[in-house]
T-cell receptor, first 111, second 110 residues
């Protein structure tokens, strides 16, 4: 069966520090991969979308970047965090049927 | 991707059927209707999807109008654990971005 791993579950980082969140998928190949952010009390904002290794689509201008070094690995990064980067970050994958599966999320607090 | 319109909130009595509507009047012929829900502080959970026929699974039923311009998600016997934000999304299966709207906040009252 397919599973998605996302870590860490919670993270507290100072302003100006770097960020690296990792997401891996098991049990499938060539998935579409997604990074979303949800600010407190708000909706899900699509940040990045990837259809293959090295193919990243950025949906909104921001202080973040994404990479896909392997087929089932998706990494969200920042060189210098801002207070506004705080939020709940979710990784997801889907394939041909279009059902998307989400990780448990990382709650990031920038202080 | 076609846009969807959902009521911002609804409530339902426990044990009754919860009927959540969604309008998608600009849906294209190859776009499916997907439903997800997000329970507080968790990632969204896939519920069901369909193209034009009604669908049913262990979680819910999906009723799509003949013109495909609207649909209804039915939770047949709502429980307190069904309290969540429900999202209706239309997209080409596995071939386009997944964009979430505001969804419907469903509250189940005892």
């Amino acid at each position: 069966s397919q599973t998605i791993h996302q870590w860490p579950a919670t993270l507290v980082q100072p302003v100006g520090s770097p960020l690296s969140l990792e997401c891996t998928v098991e049990g499938t190949s060539n998935p579409n991969l997604y990074w979303y952010r949800q600010a407190a009390g708000r909706g899900l904002q699509l940040l990045f979308y990837s259809v293959g290794i090295g193919q990243i689509s950025s949906e909104v201008p921001q202080n973040l970047s994404a990479s896909r070094p392997q087929d089932r690995q998706f990494i969200l990064s920042s060189k210098k965090l801002l207070l506004s980067d705080s939020g709940f970050y979710l990784c997801a994958w889907d394939r041909d049927r279009g059902e998307a599966f989400f990780g448990q999320g990382t709650r990031l607090t920038v202080v | 991707d076609a846009k969807t319109t959902q009521p911002p909130s609804m409530d339902c009595a426990e044990g009754r059927a919860a009927n959540l509507p969604c309008n998608h009047s600009t849906i294209s012929g190859n776009e499916y209707v997907y439903w997800y829900r997000q329970i507080h502080s968790q990632g969204p959970q896939y519920i069901i999807h369909g193209l034009k026929n009604n669908e049913t699974n262990e979680m819910a039923s999906l009723i799509i109008t003949e013109d495909r311009k609207s649909s209804t998600l039915i939770l047949p016997h709502a429980t307190l654990r069904d309290t969540a934000v429900y999202y209706c999304i239309v997209r080409v299966a596995g071939a386009s971005k997944i964009i979430f709207g505001s969804g419907t906040r469903l509250s189940i009252r005892p």
